[in-house]
């Protein structure tokens, strides 16, 4: 079955343009750009055996604002449910307390997600559509997923090694009692555990929130280069994720030199 690549990237943009901050938010044209080349280096990857878990699309419910949305993941075909009336428990390396299940067994999680996968051990893996939706609703679902850390497989990598690292560094600080531990907020509910690391970033959001906004230097492009067709400013995060530019007018500005 053969999707329309224009109405995929036209649903990708409207999606982007409802969660990107300001700056970040693509013409529809800098979308089809963004991930034509997505869709090329794709394509280009030589067949592989399909991955251990197949790919899933289905609808699910928002926890927060109980709306439903299209959500794309891996399939965990050797799923069991948790033993009827055993309270979840999410510790390491310990005897798992009676009445209590292990939420950290791959057998008890049902779904996983894509990021952290690498792009060419996806590419023939199969996808099941197990709601209503069009061809093009779950690819493009599955094509912003896949570049949720970057807009090559590469640079996905990178982002995923450097996630890995900060989860350990976390793992360290918890070990060692450096975080911040909240109470149940019901009776039998789970503590979070917070690790100083992560409180630092929280609070620097907090007191020191990221504004999109030109800088002095540059009142053309906030120093991230332009777009290759030179229609308007690369946007912070896709500069950072090594979108091609081409050089600023201005201040010459150009991170990711288009062709290179």
């Known amino acids: 079955m053969a999707a329309d690549l224009d109405k995929v990237y036209a ?7 409802g969660n990107a901050a300001a700056c970040d938010r693509p013409s529809l044209a800098q979308c089809q750009f963004n991930y034509s080349r997505v869709v090329k280096e794709l394509m280009g990857k030589p067949r592989v055996k399909a991955y251990s878990m197949p790919i899933l699309v289905e609808i699910r419910i928002d926890p927060f604002d109980k709306k439903p949305y299209l959500d794309v993941c891996l399939l965990n075909t050797r799923y069991v449910k948790p033993p009827k009336g055993a309270k979840p428990w999410g510790g390491r390396g310990m005897k798992v307390p009676k009445g209590k299940y292990n939420v950290n067994l791959n057998k008890y999680n049902r779904c996983f997600a894509i990021m952290g996968v690498p792009w060419s051990k996806l590419i023939d893996t199969d996808i099941r559509i197990e709601t209503k939706c069009t061809i093009e609703e779950a690819l493009a679902r599955l094509l912003w997923e896949l570049t949720f850390d970057g807009w090559t497989e590469e640079k996905a990598k990178e982002k995923t090694a450097f996630i890995m690292e900060r989860i350990k560094e976390a793992e360290k600080e918890i070990k060692a009692g450096k975080c911040i531990t909240l109470p149940p907020k019901k009776k039998g509910g789970l503590k979070i555990v917070i690790p100083d690391v992560v409180n630092k970033q929280i609070m620097d959001i907090i007191n020191k929130p990221v504004k999109c906004k030109v800088t002095s230097s540059c009142g053309t492009c906030w120093g991230n280069g332009l777009w290759p067709d030179g229609t308007a400013p690369m946007g912070p995060m896709d500069a950072s994720d090594g979108m091609p530019t081409i050089a ?7 991170p990711n030199p288009n062709g290179k």
């Open 248 to 254: 600023c007018p201005e201040c010459g500005a150009n």
């Open 11 to 17: 649903l990708i943009h409207t999606r982007d343009n």
